[in-house]
């Protein structure tokens, strides 16, 4: 049974397993310096579909896909998935998924989501209610330009602190029977608003987020930076990374020496002109699926903390006027 | 613990209790048949601010703050919140909650979100994770008119199949302390596609995920239509109640004696002009925390299933030329 630690955190006495995980990228992610660490990467970013957004779903497909025959695991034994994507309505999930037939649970946490997804499979697992769940997210370059932005017709300009929306899925199967690594806590976001407006520096917009949850998860597990192989923020990019450097300075915390951004490491920012980094749900759930599940694996990382951040934004609520909040959610896997 | 029940189904061995129930709705809800039943009916669909969507977060704010008072509960005693709405990327739900600093599981099911809300947050608390958490879930009949289909400026005509939004909230304090009714039981949607592509006729695009989620239901918990006081849906309208009748007695199941539906009873058709009846997140929500929490607090309902169903499309979705399909999650209620 899990165990109510602290404000915002939850410790399980029966941790749940990783029992395995699985990426799909696109082309521009496979050119990246992670590129040979993906399970696909896919030659056509449109995957042979007529519109983006059906891409994307087939990017989903595809990594349950994969996932489910990396574990040697059937469909019928996947009691539930927690998907998501970065679509208005969550379309990206809702025909990927629709095949599979699996009792669905739809998240939201804009780029945080694959940590949401973790921890409510953790929770369905750890408390009995399922031997195995799947976890997974989604994102597509052209359909969150499309859904954010502006057609990518019109050739915008895109500011230096802009991150570049990573085309891929991850999937994670979480479960009781034995995997490499296990989650052992998790750390649950609030939203954090500092009032940032700019929709084109999400990292400014998240690094609150990502700052808060890490101070309440030291000071739930009593632990510090010095306990962890590595901290991994999903998508702060340069920009964001530095803002969270100085937050948790403030408080006393320096995790420069532990940290890693799943964003920073996806492209070649100089070569791929991808500005600040990666971003999307996408982003951090396949470099947790591909070099993060391979460090773990090899037990090169015996204890990290995973904290995808989201940024929490329309075009609606943006042109309405609004601020950009943040929120993140923190889990904690140790290899075994 | 949690017992997995069949192919969909969890059994709560110990039953977490509803605690309280809170609604907010707008003035053409309080019009409606159930008017009287609501604990705030505002009186200016804007609630003052200059947005749809602000109002919206308005009515989350208000149907939060509304149920800590009625269940003396602190905010600071409340460890999580699942919520959601219609909206993309969840800006209803971002702003109403932002200032409470609960940490939040954004979730999204269309319609059917009150549904999924229930479940996790029973799970959650059945699990020793927390000892309060919130379930909520809203709609604007503007902001969603906004986000599905026409600008209401434009004045265009709706069809006999349509339903009408419902502006209003409804949230629910799920605990481990005494209230007026337990949480025994869920059963969680897959997504169901019957390839219905009329985003004008979202009853007939729901039915069929209800009458799949129904029958599971019964075969799950080895029960009959029966052992229910009322088997009641969220916002099938009067088209897609037909339609489930219709898909049930296929299946050997007569529900019409006990059936009700919320998107039926929002609303007076004939007199308020709105078709088939009530729908979105916000119609399940408030008829749940006004007229069916009122049954269940004096016993005139020991048992019941709410049914929230989901229409899974946007307008990039449909305009694509995809099907909307449905989802519907199942919740079994008895009075103690």
């Known amino acids: 049974m899990g165990k109510i630690l602290g404000k915002q955190s939850i410790v399980f006495e029966n941790p749940p397993y990783i029992i395995e995980g699985a990426s799909v990228v696109g082309p521009k992610e496979g050119e990246g310096p992670l590129g040979k660490l993906f399970d696909v990467v896919e030659q056509d970013p449109m995957l ?3 519109s983006w957004e059906d891409a994307e779903s087939l990017l989903q497909k595809e990594a349950l896909q994969k996932v489910l025959l990396k574990a040697r695991i059937n469909r019928a034994d996947i009691r539930y998935i927690f998907a998501g994507d ?27 989501t694959m940590g949401e997804a973790l921890s409510l499979a953790a929770i369905m697992v750890e408390a009995g209610n399922a031997e195995n769940v799947v976890a997974m997210t989604s994102s597509h370059f052209a359909s969150a330009e499309r859904q954010f932005r502006f057609p990518l017709e019109y050739g915008n300009q895109r500011p ?16 009781k029977g034995k995997g490499f690594a296990k989650i ?14 700019d929709a084109q520096n999400m990292g400014a917009c998240m ?4 700052a808060d949850i890490l101070y309440q998860h030291f000071q739930d597990f009593n632990s510090t930076p010095a306990d962890y192989d590595k901290i991994i923020t999903g998508d702060l990019g340069l920009v964001g990374k530095t803002i969270l450097f100085d937050l948790l ?20 920012a100089s070569e791929q002109d991808t500005h600040a980094g990666g971003s999307g749900c996408g982003c951090a759930a396949t470099v947790l699926t591909s070099y993060i599940f391979k460090q773990l694996k090899k037990k090169a990382y015996k204890k990290i903390l995973f904290i995808p951040t989201g940024a ?7 042109n ?12 904690q896997i140790e290899c075994c």
Not at 160 to 175: C, E, K, L, N, Q
């Open 207 to 210: 690094a609150p987020a990502a």
């Open 48 to 50: 042979g579909q007529d």
């Open 249 to 268: 300075n403030e408080h006393g915390y320096d995790i420069a020496k532990v940290h890693m951004d799943c964003g920073v490491e996806m492209f070649d």
């Open 160 to 175: 230096f602190s802009a991150t570049w929306t990573v085309t891929g899925a991850g999937a994670v199967v979480i479960g």
């Open 184 to 197: 052992t806590g998790i750390t649950t976001g609030k939203i954090v608003d500092y009032g940032v407006k």
């Open 86 to 112: 970065l679509l208005g309505q969550l379309i990206g999930t809702t025909f990927g998924v629709l095949e599979y037939e699996i009792p669905l649970f739809g998240i939201y946490g804009a780029c945080s």
């Open 320 to 331: 309405e006027g609004n601020s950009v909040p943040g929120i993140a959610h923190c889990v």
């Open 312 to 318: 929490l934004h329309s075009t609606i609520s943006f």
